[in-house]
């Protein structure tokens, strides 16, 4: 999740192993559970600005939120943390906590001090957040990054394409594929669509999208993990940056629709034609 995370944009992890192992940043705060095992807050903060004193972030909505951030401030003061510090808020309404808990802040000096929100969000919630302008600095997002809310599963299938150098195809109603190995054109400009082809037609001007991974049972990519992860990212970037702003929101996006090149809808006419001259061929040699 973390590796998959960084490539969509996420600028951290609280996993330490994914960070070291692809480069990433590390990041993370304190648990409710951590709060809970001191007496009381201000006692749980000194012990994790001792052992986290480079840009602590406090868990301040244990028990109640403005006086979390309030007992943040006098532990922030008495220690005197002049490096970055931060508040997480995890519940209840972030926009007017975040208001709240910003004034809260700025009356005590700590207009550097970030805040950061948490708490099932998902990315409609976050450009709710935005839209508002509620005083967030980031966010940090587990439960619905981790598990796929809208699709908990993928439907997916080995199709046949071509046996040796026969394209094949179904025809099965809902289930009917394209024959022969394919390709994926695109557009530059961003323009139009993409356009699915023959593995080996002509781009005609526009950028094949399908290479290679696999040769031989063997991944062809052996690039350092950190720098396999960079690429990819660069290429996430790239994509989204390629797509019209339509296609881009968040609420009632409009697609860009694939087609089919001319070479590639002959072969499956022509492929459909065959074998429905084999389906009739069969059914006079049963009679």
Same mark, same amino acid.
């Given at each position: 999740m973390a590796r998959a995370s960084a490539i969509a944009g996420f600028a951290a992890t609280s996993d330490v192993e994914a960070a070291m192992r692809y480069g990433l940043a590390p990041s993370g705060t304190m648990a409710h559970s951590y709060v809970e095992a001191f007496p009381h807050e201000r006692a749980a903060f000194r012990a994790f600005a001792a052992d986290y004193p480079t840009n602590p972030i406090f868990l301040v909505d244990t028990y /109640?939120? $403005?006086? #979390?951030? &309030?007992?943040?401030?006098?532990?922030?003061?008495?220690?005197?943390?002049?490096?970055p510090v931060g508040v997480r808020l995890d519940s209840g309404d972030l926009g007017a906590l975040a208001r709240q808990t910003r004034a809260i802040l700025d009356d005590a000096g700590l207009r550097q001090a970030t805040i950061v929100a948490s708490g099932s969000l998902d990315e409609n919630v976050i450009a709710g957040l935005v839209a508002e302008g509620a005083p967030i600095d980031g966010y940090g997002v587990g439960t619905k990054?981790?598990?796929?809310?809208?699709?908990?599963?993928?439907?997916?299938a080995y199709?046949?394409?071509?046996?040796?150098?026969?394209?094949?195809?179904?025809?099965?109603?809902?289930?009917?594929?394209?024959?022969?190995?394919?390709?994926?054109?695109?557009?530059?400009?961003?323009?139009?669509g993409d356009v699915v082809g023959l593995? /080996?037609? $002509?781009p #005609?001007? &526009?950028?094949?999208?399908l290479v290679p991974v696999m040769r031989k049972g063997r991944r062809?990519?052996?690039?350092?993990?950190?720098?396999?992860?960079?690429a990819a990212r660069g290429r996430f970037d790239a994509d989204l940056a390629w797509l019209p702003e339509p296609a881009r929101r968040l609420a009632d996006?409009?697609?860009?629709t694939t087609t089919v090149s001319p070479t590639l809808t002959a072969l499956h006419e022509r492929v459909t034609a065959e074998l429905g001259g084999a389906v009739r061929r069969g059914d006079q040699e049963r009679r």
């Open positions: /109640d939120t $403005p006086a #979390g951030v &309030r007992a943040a401030v006098d532990v922030i003061t008495e220690l005197g943390l002049t490096g990054m981790g598990v796929s809310y809208d699709a908990p599963s993928l439907d997916s199709k046949l394409v071509a046996y040796g150098d026969r394209p094949v195809l179904k025809l099965s109603p809902g289930k009917a594929t394209l024959p022969a190995p394919k390709q994926v054109f695109r557009d530059p400009t961003g323009a139009h593995r /080996d037609e $002509p #005609g001007g &526009r950028e094949p999208l062809l990519d052996r690039a350092d993990p950190a720098e396999a992860v960079r996006p409009v697609p860009l």
